[in-house]
Each structure stands twice: as structure tokens, then as C-alpha cells.
């Protein structure tokens, strides 16, 4: 996450005395150290939150999240977590209204962009969630946008755009060609619009970097057939039966 920077400003007026100047710096010094000190606990609050999430301790979370809002209002992290621990428990009001509170306080914060742009899609605001994921990836500061790009062709693709999707993924692998979600996105738009060799290229290169999965298996066996290939059809068929006997594609070998 990009941390919200606060900047303190200390005027000094040229006609006012030495006296006054240095007594006005001193009295805001309290006032700075407070705002710090209630941002830093703010975000240790929010840390301590993210972890009971990740854990899925979400009313852990939540009261940690309200300790830190509590403490600094204006501390743009805590309200987009409180936005995803909403949307995990199914308040999706709320998980709304976090998010946008987040992006009120920092407009251009990439994280939160994505969060936001993953809870729209969740929700069926498709293309308004693609806004966000696209808003993330001008960020200059956005030091991974190929995620953004990435959840932009899941959203599309749920939505059966698969055009545009193929769009966003190529631009997320063109700035990291080793995302697996999006090279096995890749493979199967090919492969459904009839380009089997580039589908065929894709499952290779997903192979390479990540463990198969059914679904990556049984496209492979689909590709291979449509290839004639039957060495390489029977050995992803055999991988998927020793591997993932129960699957669904398992499954679908032997009909």
C-alpha cells in the first residue's frame, strides 16, 4: 500500500517577532506529533487487522479497523480494509461505501483502485469495476499494474467480453509474461476462437512456471487433439487421471 504523505506547513511571518515565531512553532509541535502518533497507531491497528482477514477472524478485524478510524479518521488503508473484510461477509453496502471513503481521502491509490475494482466486478458492475483496475495502472507509483491489467480480463471475461479480455491480458503479460492466471486465460480464449498453435503456446508456458490444475489439463488434451498430437493428448489425459482422479475433467476422459 502507498501511505498516505502528510505535509505540515509552519508559516513564519517576516513582521513577527523572534519570540512570537519560535512560539508558534512550539505550539504546533504537540499537534504534529499527535497527528503522527494517531496515524501510526492507525496503521499498526490496520496490519494487525489485515492479518485476523487473512485468518478470517472478521469481527477481529473489523473492531481493529474501527480502533483505527476512530484514531485517524483520514487514514485512507483502514477503510479499504474495512471494505474487504464488508465484502467477504457479505455486507456489500458497506464494503461500497468503505471503498469510497478510501478513495475520497487517497483518489488515486492503486490498491485500493484494484480492491475496488475486484468487489465491483464480484457484484456485476463490470465495466465500472474495468474503470477502476484502468485507473490503477496510470498510477506512476503503481509498481505492479500487470495485477490490475490481469483482474481487468477476469472481469471482462466474466462478463463475455472475451475480446476485450484477451486485450487486458496481453497488456498484463507484455509487462510480466510469468502470470499464470493470465497465460491459462490466454490458452482457453485461443483455443475457443480456433487458434490452436498460440493455445498451444500459452499451455506451455503456463506448464513452465506454475503446477497444473484440471482445468489447465484438460485444455491441454483438448489442444492436442484438435492438433492431432495423441502422444501429447495421452500424456496431459494421464497426467489429470493420476493427479485429479475425482475432478470433473477426470471425468470427462472417459464419458
Not at 512456471?209 to 482445468?215: G, T
Request: proline share 5%; glycine share 4%.
Amino acid at each position: 500500500m502507498i501511505p498516505q504523505a502528510y505535509r505540515i506547513l509552519t508559516v513564519c511571518c517576516l513582521l513577527l517577532t523572534l519570540c512570537a515565531c519560535v512560539a508558534s512553532q512550539s505550539s504546533s509541535r504537540p499537534a504534529a506529533n499527535s497527528a503522527a502518533n494517531n496515524q501510526k497507531v492507525a496503521r499498526l491497528n490496520t496490519q494487525i487487522a489485515i492479518e485476523h482477514l487473512k485468518a478470517r477472524e472478521y469481527a477481529l478485524a473489523l473492531a481493529k479497523l474501527e480502533k483505527a478510524t476512530s484514531v485517524d479518521p483520514n487514514y485512507p488503508e483502514a477503510y479499504n480494509a474495512m471494505g474487504i473484510v464488508y465484502s467477504q461477509i457479505g455486507e456489500n453496502e458497506k464494503a461500497d461505501k468503505n471503498f469510497q471513503r478510501s478513495l475520497r481521502i487517497s483518489a488515486n491509490n492503486p490498491v485500493t483502485l484494484n480492491n475496488y475494482g475486484q468487489f465491483l466486478c464480484q457484484t456485476g458492475e463490470h465495466e465500472k469495476g474495468q474503470e477502476m483496475f484502468k485507473k490503477a495502472t496510470k498510477n506512476p507509483l503503481y509498481s505492479t499494474p500487470e495485477i490490475a491489467l490481469n483482474n481487468a480480463g477476469t472481469c471482462a471475461l466474466n462478463n463475455d467480453a472475451s475480446e476485450q479480455a484477451e486485450i487486458y491480458f496481453r497488456q498484463a503479460l507484455e509487462r510480466n509474461p510469468r502470470i499464470p492466471t493470465a497465460l491459462l486465460q490466454m490458452a482457453s480464449i485461443t483455443y475457443d476462437s480456433g487458434r490452436y498453435l498460440p493455445a498451444r503456446a500459452y499451455i506451455q508456458r503456463y506448464s513452465e512456471i506454475a503446477r497444473h490444475v484440471p482445468q489447465s489439463l484438460w485444455l491441454g488434451v483438448l489442444i492436442e487433439r484438435e492438433l492431432g498430437d495423441r502422444d501429447a493428448e495421452a500424456s496431459y489425459a494421464l497426467s489429470l487421471e493420476k493427479n485429479f482422479p475425482d475432478s470433473e475433467e477426470a471425468g470427462k476422459l472417459n464419458p
